[in-house]
Nanobody, 123 residues
C-alpha cells in the first residue's frame, strides 16, 4: 500500500522558518517526481517545489530563494525547508508523487497524495 505522510507544520511568526517532511512508503523503485503543494482556503491547489529522482528541482516564483526542497532517497523522505515565511505562506501543505519523473508543479501530474500538514504564519 502506497502512502505519503507529511509532518512538520505548525505556527510561526513572519520571518521564521519551518521544515516539512514527507515519508513515502510502499512505492516501487524507479523514476519519480515528488512535489510540495499548498492550498489556502478558497484558493486552488498550488505547486511550490518539485524534485525528481535525479535531484533536479523546480520552484514556483513565489517561493524562489526562500524555500528549498530536498530528499533522502535512502530513507524515502522528502523535505521542504521554508525560510523567511510570510502570512501569505499560510496554507495546508501536501506532498504528492508520480511514477514518471514528470517534474511539474501542476496537480494533474500527480496521482499519489498525502493528507497534508497545516502551516500558519502570523504577522
Amino acid at each position: 500500500q502506497v502512502q505519503l505522510v507529511e509532518s512538520g507544520g505548525g505556527s510561526v511568526q513572519a520571518g521564521g522558518s519551518l521544515r516539512l517532511s514527507c515519508v513515502a512508503s510502499g512505492f516501487s523503485s524507479g523514476r519519480y517526481a515528488m512535489t510540495w503543494f499548498r492550498q489556502r482556503p478558497g484558493k486552488e491547489r498550488e505547486g511550490v517545489a518539485a524534485i525528481d529522482n535525479y535531484d533536479i528541482t523546480i520552484y514556483a516564483d513565489s517561493v524562489k530563494g526562500r524555500f528549498t526542497t530536498s530528499q533522502d532517497s535512502a530513507e524515502n523522505i522528502l523535505y521542504l525547508q521554508m525560510n523567511n515565511l510570510t502570512p501569505e505562506d499560510s496554507a495546508m501543505y501536501y506532498c504528492a508523487r508520480n511514477a514518471f519523473a514528470n517534474l511539474s508543479l501542476r496537480p494533474s501530474a500527480y496521482n499519489y497524495w498525502g493528507q497534508g500538514t497545516q502551516v500558519t504564519v502570523s504577522s
